[in-house]
């Protein structure tokens, strides 16, 4: 089975509504990205979590981590078509050591937001 | 944060040739990181450039496959050697500055490279 699994999959939503993206890991975590991915875009940066039950916000995106650092969830509230595109999680397992850092990520969720 | 630039953006190849690929930052960074992204799927860790010593390649990853290349702190370089069909796939280098998960670091990504090989 997957280190990182994602869900959902994918999610369709109408414009304004709040949606949770969930990200789940078999162990515990250093710490834990979510970026978002745009076709020919690369992958933009949203959040990252290192501290067990840490919790961020950037505008209309909040990111948790739990406590026991094994799962994240990603909320955005009052969905846009801005905010359409793919959202990953990436995890780090092992202590970073001189700035090497190894990020597994997870499958993706692809968010379509429907004006 | 840093600003990455990839080259080629889009590639279609022929089974049997080799590509490079361009990753050029704006700013020195001691570490450089190579992932894959096969179609469908979610990215993977090639390897890890660092500045003056050898590329260290990710488990199931061999540097007769995927020779890179860090010449200086800005940049770096991917070939992807007698490509086959599996090999199509985005290609993506990032960079993290500092120590991860401390202050500001973030680790930043360049837009791609899509490859296609028939």
């Known amino acids: 089975s997957q280190e990182l699994e994602q869900s959902p999959q994918s999610l369709i939503v109408q414009e304004g509504k709040n949606l949770t993206i969930n990200c789940t890991s078999s162990k515990t975590l250093y710490g834990l990205y979510w970026y978002k991915q745009k076709y020919g875009e690369g992958l933009i940066f949203l959040m990252m979590?290192?501290?067990?039950?840490e919790e961020k916000s950037h505008e209309k995106i909040t990111a948790k981590l739990d406590e026991k650092k094994q799962q994240s969830s990603l909320h955005i509230t009052a969905s846009q078509p801005s905010h359409a595109g793919i959202y990953l999680c990436g995890a780090v397992f092992t202590v970073p050591s001189g700035g090497y850092q190894k990020v597994t990520f997870g499958t993706g969720t692809k968010l379509q937001v429907i004006p | 944060s840093a600003v990455i630039s990839q080259k080629p953006s889009r590639d279609i190849c022929q089974r049997g040739t080799s590509l490079t690929i361009q990753c050029q930052v704006d700013?020195?960074?001691?570490?450089m990181f190579w992932y894959r992204q096969q179609p469908g799927q979610s990215l993977t860790l090639i390897a890890t450039a660092n500045q003056g010593s050898e590329a260290t390649y990710e488990s199931g990853f061999v540097i007769d496959k995927f020779p890179i290349s860090r010449p200086n702190l800005t940049f770096s370089t991917l070939t992807v050697s007698n490509m086959s069909p599996e090999d199509s796939s985005i290609y993506l280098c990032?960079?993290?500055?500092?120590?991860?998960?401390?202050?500001?670091?973030?680790?930043?990504f360049g837009a791609g490279s899509r490859l296609t090989v028939l």
């Open positions: 700013s020195q960074v001691t570490m």
């Open positions: 979590l290192q501290k067990g039950g």
């Open positions: 990032s960079v993290g500055t500092g120590q991860p998960f401390s202050g500001a670091n973030v680790l930043t």
